[in-house]
């Protein structure tokens, strides 16, 4: 059975293109890897990003994501009390960036690597490392960071 994922990322008025841009990132990355990733934009319609299309959904209560999907949440919009019920009927890994993460996911993925993520009572991964940065930035060969800054 070939690995499938289902990114839920809010999207539409209000909602600005962070969370689907570094969703649709995430989403190229899973399927160059041969992962199956469906892409539904929570609250409204989003545009396709780097060649990732997205399908309109409603509110996270409202989405039943494919059988055996792991579920990826990326959303502000949506209340921890949400995603903790989502967590409890389906495989849930959450972008979380402050205050206490839901309870019941599996995995949280925290870029900023605040102290209340990273105590989380789940797997954390935490850090810059964990950024979802977008194809044209993979294989980028590491540049060397002088001591001072001479020129930008």
């Known amino acids: 059975m070939t690995p499938a994922v289902t990114l839920l990322a809010d999207a539409g008025e209000g909602a600005g293109l962070g969370h689907v841009a570094r ?3 995430i989403a190229a990355a899973l399927r160059a890897r041969g992962v ?4 539904l934009a929570l609250g409204g319609e989003a ?39 989502f967590a409890a009927r389906h495989a849930v890994a959450v972008l979380h960036d402050q205050g206490e993460p839901p ?4 995995l949280v993925i925290a870029v900023g690597g605040a102290p209340e ?5 789940c797997r954390v ?18 540049r060397i960071v002088r001591d001072a800054v001479a020129r930008v």
């Open 103 to 106: 309870a019941g996911a599996r």
């Open 47 to 85: 545009p396709a990003v780097d060649g990732v299309a997205w399908t309109p959904a409603g509110a996270l209560a409202d989405v039943e994501p494919r059988h055996g999907h792991a579920v990826l949440v990326d959303s502000y919009r949506t209340g921890v009390g949400d995603v903790e019920a």
């Open 36 to 39: 199956t990733a469906s892409c």
């Open 125 to 142: 991964v935490a850090g810059l490392a964990y950024a979802p940065l977008r194809a044209p930035f993979w294989d980028v060969p590491p």
């Open 117 to 121: 993520v990273v105590a989380a009572p």
């Open 23 to 25: 969703c649709s990132a």
